[in-house]
């Protein structure tokens, strides 16, 4: 297609731009001392959850806070608020992820206590979001057991691009045949060295090695 | 964002080029009679594992082909190889979705008989496969019931586009609390009228439904 070339080079610019909010978005989040946390996964792995699980945890002792990407529907933010913690929904019409300049303009004009930790909860998509930095201090990718083994061979970048993983759903693995191994394998392929947690938001298991994960990042 | 007006013109372009390949492509396929299906899902959601059966059940009676997209490795191919049938990977790098052109070169070099059916899996993505024709005749979407009863409202634009729907995973249903009444109402607010069907590939469960439906427009 003749046009191919021409859309890359828009595409650089668009991330090249993305970049500049990103970093002064940073140097603001460590100005204030908050610690920011991304989450990407595939639509339907359990990301929200997650979230409204790790939220309610941490909201006894934390200043927590956070906002959520949808392409429609303000359903997360309803979801996410039950746990008390202020949250504010993205709409983000067609476009497949967030990017820097929807935190900052989604954090401009909201009156926000000082936070320990704010959570960015992005599109559903394993694609879009990999080459979008947000400003945050931790990119953890979730991929639920009910996915397959294979996805982080299929998704490589966005694997490649995530902090830390976390297998969602782990009570529904024997049931679904999920094998562990195999995943942890394929992650290790792609991410040598990647820490993988596994969790059941459902049960409540594992979310104390998250917390711990956590809390040493943010003294650290 | 400056740059963003331009990069919608030459979304545009990208898109009109592509009607254009995929209404050559619907040309040639239906003069060759073959019937292209198309299926769309999240990724995980169980669109190879549908296809692997569907061709199974579809070979002895029928002349069937299948091509796969996705950014990386040839698993998927291999896998539905299995069924017999002849099977070709598109791999598409970082681009989150097949477009026509790739449709058009990976038939280009492929000497295959003359078929009943072709089937095109997409890359596994709510969001970037909307917007390209493929020239199919149908085109199929696919939700597992471990992603929750919210996703065609969170992704519309995907329901909106394809023609029949397929609840996945159906033997799940009941372990994670799947409301199937709920999903459908969803579905239907998208898409009214849309017709839903319900299988579980695993336990071989509705796929009669969905090859008698099959069958129905392939004569029509």
Redesign the interface.
Known sequence: ????P??VE??K??LK?NDIVARELRQRFHDAGVFVVSLVS???SGKTAFLEKTLTLLRPDFRVAALVG????E?DAARLARSGAPVRQITTG?L?HL?A?MIRDALTDWAMEPLDFLFVEN??????PSSYDLGENLRLVLL?V???E??P?????IFNTADIAVLT?MD?AE??EFDIAAAERNIQRVRPGMTVLRVSTRKGEGMSDWLTYLYSLKKS
């Open positions: 297609m003749s046009t191919q021409r859309l828009v595409r610019n668009v731009q595939s639509p339907g949808d392409l429609a529907t359903n067609t497949c990017e300049a599109v559903g998509n394993l694609v879009c639920s009910t996915e397959g294979d996805k061979l299929k998704y490589p970048t759903k529904l049931a679904v």
